[in-house]
């Protein structure tokens, strides 16, 4: 079964920590995706890539980085976590084209709850 | 930035009925895209509907996509209380490589 691994459900960081969130999908999937969810807000696309070593800013990139050194993997990292990066992250893969339209779905991890302090 | 809007965003029913969701969008599209998500899970593709298609079926699925309104409609035929779930819808706009995603739409199916 294919799928999309987001490496912790639950994350409890200290404020100003350096924390990584990690994703890795296993369908060779060239399309990556990093998501956090807010009651009230919906999804909003953080940052995503499509390809190795590329990234693109989504809508809401500030006090987050990223990085994909393989296809499989693209890690989230908040510089300084605050308080207000307390969310639901969701990682997300999709196969389609480079440049058009996608005509596949995402697939999503779980999820990972974090909850900084 | 999001894009699609669900309407309405609270819908609870009776094991048996039907549930059908709205959704609107602002720009042209290649896609339209429904989603579901369990409570505190990540979400899970339901179905995907062209811009040049008007109707489409998976199982209790039905899928609508009115281009000339910029909406479309998610029907979910006979119920069930594993139906329960927010449901999403995303639309991929022409010339855009990326999904905006609507602010979700919370269906309760009372057993």
């Known amino acids: 079964d294919v799928k999309v691994t987001q490496s912790s459900r639950y994350l409890v960081k200290r404020t100003g920590e350096k924390v990584f969130l990690e994703c890795v999908q296993d369908m060779d999937h060239e399309n990556m995706f990093w998501y956090r969810q807010d009651p009230g807000l919906g999804l909003r696309l953080i940052y995503f890539?499509?390809?190795?070593?590329?990234?693109e800013k989504g809508d809401i990139p500030e006090g987050y980085s990223v990085s994909r050194e393989k296809k499989e993997r693209f890690s989230l990292i908040l510089e300084s976590a605050s308080t207000n990066q307390t969310s639901m992250y969701l990682c997300?893969?999709?196969?389609?084209?480079?440049?058009?339209?996608?005509?596949?779905?995402?697939?999503f991890g779980s999820g990972t709850r974090l909850t900084v302090v | 930035s999001q894009q699609g809007e669900e309407d309405p965003q609270a819908l609870s029913i009776q094991e048996g009925e039907n549930a059908t969701m709205n959704c609107s969008y602002k720009?042209?599209?290649?896609?339209l895209q429904w989603y579901r998500q369990n409570s505190g899970r990540g979400l899970v593709h339901l179905i995907l509907?062209?811009?040049?298609?008007r109707e489409k079926h998976s199982g209790r699925l039905r899928v609508t996509l009115d281009t000339s309104k910029k909406s479309s409609s998610l029907l979910i035929t006979a119920s069930r209380a594993a139906d329960t779930a927010s449901y999403f819808c995303?639309?991929?706009?022409?010339?855009?490589?990326?999904?905006?995603f609507g602010k979700g739409n919370q269906v309760v199916v009372i057993p």
């Open positions: 995303a639309t991929d706009a022409s010339g855009n490589n990326r999904l905006a």
């Open positions: 720009t042209s599209i290649n896609n």
């Open positions: 509907i062209r811009s040049n298609e």
């Open positions: 997300a893969s999709s196969s389609g084209l480079l440049q058009g339209a996608l005509d596949y779905g995402y697939t």
């Open positions: 890539s499509y390809d190795v070593k590329m990234k």
